[in-house]
C-alpha cells in the first residue's frame, strides 16, 4: 500500500461513473468511485455533473464532501491527483486537455478516448507535456484471462494463429473499440480495414458521423486475419474465437475455453479439437478495474505508464474509424495508419 493519499476526482455521474455499482449481479467493484473506495490510499475528493443537483446527489450516495455543476471549475479549485472522465466520448478531448494543464498526475478516462483522431493526439500530446499518465479504461487490457491468451499466443503453444472472429452487441466506436484494442493488445498492428457501416447518417454543419453498427474485415501486419460482427442484438455479447493451426481458444464476457487437436474419436487416422481446461491465472485477484487502479498508482510512483495508455486507445479509435472510412470509399480497403485524422464520429 502507498505511503501517501491520493485526492481523485470524478467527472461525470452515470452508469460507469458509479451507478452500476446498483446491478447486483455484476462483479463488484464496477465503477470509478466504487474502485477508489476500495483503496486507503484514495479520498474522493469532489465529484462533477452536468448540472449541481446531480452532482449533489451523486456526492451524497458516495459520501464525497465537495461537488460541482462545472468540472473546470473543479479541476481548478481541487488540485486533484487522480481525474477521472466519466463523460460521452464527445467531451473527453476538453476534460482530459484541462486536467493535463492543472498538472493532474493521472487522467484515468473512459472510452473511446475521443470523438477523432485529431482530438486524440491533442489529447496525447497535451498529456505528455505536462507530465500526467492518461489512461483509458479498455478493461480487459487488466483481465488475466487476456493475459494468458496472449502467453499462448506469444510462446505458440497451440501453433500458429490463424484468424479471429468476433461478436459484440453494440456500436463500432463505443463497444468497438473495446473489441479492436484487445485485438491489439493480443496480436499487434492492422494494415487495412474493409467494412460496411449501418445507419452512418451525418449531422449538421460540421458534417459529423454518428456512431453506429456494422462489419468489418481487418488484417494485421502478422498476417492474422480478422471478422468483426459489431451488430446490435436483442442480447448482450461479446467473445472472440481465435483458431490456432493446433487448436483453438474462445474468450469473452464469463467466457474461456480452449481445445486441443488430438487423435480423433469419430474416425480413423483423423484428428480434432478435444476440450481441455482453461490455464489457471496467478493469484492476486482478478477485478480488472481494482487492477487498473493499482496500475495508476503505480504509474505515479514509478513514473511510468500504464498497461492502457492514450497511444494504445487512439490505435483502437482509429482502427474503429477504418470501418467508416472503409464504408463511405464503397467498401474498399482503408489503409493504415488513416490519413484522415478529422474524421468526428460522435458516440456514448
Given at each position: 500500500?502507498?505511503?501517501?493519499?491520493?485526492?481523485?476526482?470524478?467527472?461525470?455521474?452515470?452508469?460507469?461513473?458509479?451507478?452500476?455499482?446498483?446491478?447486483?449481479?455484476?462483479?463488484?467493484?464496477?465503477?470509478?468511485?466504487?474502485?477508489?473506495?476500495?483503496?486507503?490510499?484514495?479520498?474522493?475528493?469532489?465529484?462533477?455533473?452536468?448540472?449541481e443537483e446531480q452532482?449533489?446527489?451523486?456526492?451524497?450516495?458516495?459520501?464525497?464532501?465537495?461537488?460541482?455543476?462545472?468540472?473546470?471549475?473543479?479541476?481548478?479549485?481541487?488540485?486533484?491527483?487522480?481525474?477521472?472522465?466519466?463523460?460521452?466520448?464527445?467531451?473527453?478531448?476538453?476534460?482530459?486537455?484541462?486536467?493535463?494543464?492543472?498538472?493532474?498526475?493521472?487522467?484515468?478516462?473512459?472510452?473511446?478516448?475521443?470523438?477523432?483522431?485529431?482530438?486524440?493526439?491533442?489529447?496525447?500530446?497535451?498529456?505528455?507535456?505536462?507530465?500526467?499518465?492518461?489512461?483509458?479504461?479498455?478493461?480487459?487490457?487488466?483481465?488475466?484471462?487476456?493475459?494468458?491468451?496472449?502467453?499462448?499466443?506469444?510462446?505458440?503453444?497451440?501453433?500458429?494463429?490463424?484468424?479471429?472472429?468476433?461478436?459484440?452487441?453494440?456500436?463500432?466506436?463505443?463497444?468497438?473499440?473495446?473489441?479492436?484494442?484487445?485485438?491489439?493488445?493480443?496480436?499487434?498492428?492492422?494494415?487495412?480495414?474493409?467494412?460496411?457501416?449501418?445507419?452512418?447518417?451525418?449531422?449538421?454543419?460540421?458534417?459529423?458521423?454518428?456512431?453506429?453498427d456494422g462489419y468489418?474485415?481487418?488484417?494485421?501486419?502478422?498476417?492474422?486475419?480478422?471478422?468483426?460482427?459489431?451488430?446490435?442484438?436483442?442480447?448482450?455479447?461479446?467473445?472472440?474465437?481465435?483458431?490456432?493451426?493446433?487448436?483453438?481458444?474462445?474468450?469473452?464476457?464469463?467466457?474461456?475455453?480452449?481445445?486441443?487437436?488430438?487423435?480423433?474419436?469419430?474416425?480413423?487416422?483423423?484428428?480434432?479439437?478435444?476440450?481441455?481446461?482453461?490455464?489457471?491465472?496467478?493469484?492476486?485477484?482478478?477485478?480488472?478495474?481494482?487492477?487498473?487502479?493499482?496500475?495508476?498508482?503505480?504509474?505515479?510512483?514509478?513514473?511510468?505508464?500504464?498497461?492502457?495508455?492514450?497511444?494504445?486507445?487512439?490505435?483502437?479509435?482509429?482502427?474503429?474509424?477504418?470501418?467508416?472510412?472503409?464504408?463511405?470509399?464503397?467498401?474498399?480497403?482503408?489503409?493504415?495508419?488513416?490519413?484522415?485524422?478529422?474524421?468526428?464520429?460522435?458516440?456514448?
Amino acid at each position: 500500500m502507498s505511503s501517501r493519499v491520493y485526492r481523485a476526482v470524478i467527472i461525470g455521474s452515470g452508469r460507469i461513473a458509479g451507478g452500476l455499482e446498483d446491478d447486483v449481479l455484476r462483479p463488484h467493484p464496477c465503477t470509478h468511485v466504487g474502485a477508489y473506495k476500495r483503496f486507503p490510499e484514495i479520498e474522493v475528493a469532489a465529484c462533477s455533473s452536468r448540472t449541481e443537483e446531480q452532482a449533489r446527489e451523486f456526492a451524497q450516495r458516495w459520501g464525497i464532501r465537495n461537488y460541482y455543476g462545472d468540472y473546470r471549475e473543479m479541476l481548478d479549485q481541487e488540485k486533484a491527483d487522480i481525474v477521472s472522465v466519466c463523460t460521452p466520448a464527445e467531451h473527453h478531448h476538453d476534460a482530459v486537455m484541462h486536467a493535463s494543464q492543472c498538472h493532474t498526475k493521472a487522467v484515468f478516462c473512459e472510452k473511446a478516448i475521443s470523438t477523432s483522431l485529431g482530438e486524440a493526439d491533442e489529447m496525447i500530446s497535451e498529456s505528455r507535456l505536462y507530465g500526467t499518465r492518461l489512461t483509458v479504461n479498455h478493461t480487459r487490457r487488466w483481465c488475466p484471462d487476456f493475459h494468458v491468451v496472449r502467453q499462448i499466443i506469444d510462446s505458440e503453444e497451440l501453433g500458429s494463429l490463424h484468424s479471429i472472429t468476433g461478436w459484440f452487441g453494440g456500436s463500432l466506436i463505443h463497444t468497438g473499440t473495446h473489441f479492436f484494442d484487445i485485438m491489439h493488445y493480443l496480436c499487434g498492428d492492422a494494415e487495412s480495414v474493409q467494412g460496411v457501416v449501418f445507419g452512418n447518417s451525418r449531422e449538421g454543419a460540421e458534417d459529423n458521423l454518428h456512431d453506429a453498427d456494422g462489419y468489418a474485415f481487418v488484417e494485421l501486419s502478422n498476417g492474422v486475419r480478422v471478422f468483426v460482427n459489431g451488430i446490435s442484438k436483442s442480447y448482450y455479447i461479446f467473445e472472440m474465437e481465435l483458431l490456432f493451426s493446433d487448436g483453438r481458444i474462445r474468450i469473452g464476457n464469463g467466457v474461456h475455453e480452449l481445445w486441443r487437436s488430438g487423435k480423433s474419436r469419430q474416425y480413423e487416422d483423423f484428428t480434432e479439437l478435444q476440450r481441455d481446461d482453461f490455464p489457471k491465472t496467478a493469484p492476486g485477484g482478478s477485478n480488472p478495474l481494482i487492477l487498473a487502479v493499482r496500475d495508476i498508482i503505480g504509474s505515479i510512483e514509478e513514473d511510468r505508464d500504464t498497461a492502457s495508455t492514450g497511444e494504445d486507445a487512439r490505435q483502437a479509435l482509429e482502427t474503429a474509424s477504418a470501418v467508416f472510412v472503409s464504408h463511405m470509399d464503397g467498401g474498399a480497403a482503408a489503409e493504415l495508419p488513416l490519413k484522415e485524422r478529422n474524421i468526428r464520429i460522435l458516440s456514448k
